[in-house]
């Protein structure tokens, strides 16, 4: 909830450093609360959440959450649902793949144009997630 | 006995919400891609935090250097927690006392003055990656 009292998605997107999808994550759930839902959703730092921070396990209990993950080992998703976070939404980015497989998205640091394509195709489908979830606050 | 292979770990907080994260992540990357590409290799610190076996017990058996985006220090806490003390530790909003830098930009997508920021980072992790290297028996 924000300081208006608004119930907030939040989306938590996995932290993953070693490849393009974790990259291509990120830059997914940016694309979503900086733009296509800014109003409506927040995100914030897994690790802190997974650390036992305060704030951010409130946030994940109080708050429905999106999950965002790069690699089938689920970090994101598993430690929402350690936390006791409210999960209403797992979406991987290897679903906006297998609709795009044409992008071979590479580099990790600062994604290339297919990088950020396949961001902006699973951006998308998490917005699609936040309305579906903000139609059943 | 077979020597063991020299290599540093460098753990990245992951610090979505803040631009702090994105230059200790970008400023990782550097040094894995570029500066020290051979003698160090990075973990994800969700599935290190989650519990992932292989990324513990090499935080436990190899030095590692933590890179924070800002004082909560989730990577060092972590790291001491579940492997052992960092080698070093490097918060990068200390750090950023030390350079002039205007304003920082966007988490999303780093401007040149913050750019040059991750670099200088990234150049003290590589520092330290020698440090590391120099002293290892």
Partial sequence: MDVSGQRKVIVIPCSGIGKAFGSISREATYEVTENLRKDTTQTLCLALLVSGDEESLRLVRNNKCITVDGCPLQCAEKNVKLAGGNLAGSLRVIDAYKENRRLKPRSVTFLDPDGRQMAAALAERIAKKVDELLGGL | ?137
């Avoid at chain 2, 989650?50 to 250097?65: C, K, L, Q, S, V």
């Avoid at chain 2, 972590?78 to 990068?92: D, L, N, W």
């Fill in chain 2, 1 to 137: 006995m077979e020597a063991q292979e020299k290599k540093v770990g460098i753990i990245s907080c992951s610090g979505e919400e803040r631009v702090e994260g994105t230059i200790s992540r970008v400023a990782t990357r550097l040094v894995l891609g570029k500066l020290r590409p051979n003698e160090t290799v990075t973990i994800c610190l969700p599935l290190f935090l989650a519990g992932g076996r292989e990324e513990r017990e090499f935080a436990r058996d190899y030095p590692t250097i933590t890179v924070d985006g800002c004082d909560k220090m989730c990577a060092k806490i972590a790291t001491e927690r579940y492997s052992g003390k960092p080698a070093s530790t490097i918060v990068v909003t200390d750090t950023l006392k030390n350079y002039q830098c205007p304003k920082l930009s966007s988490r999303r997508k780093l401007n040149d003055e913050t750019l040059a920021v991750a670099r200088k980072v990234a150049d003290r992790i590589a520092e330290e990656v020698d440090e590391v290297l120099k002293h290892w028996v």
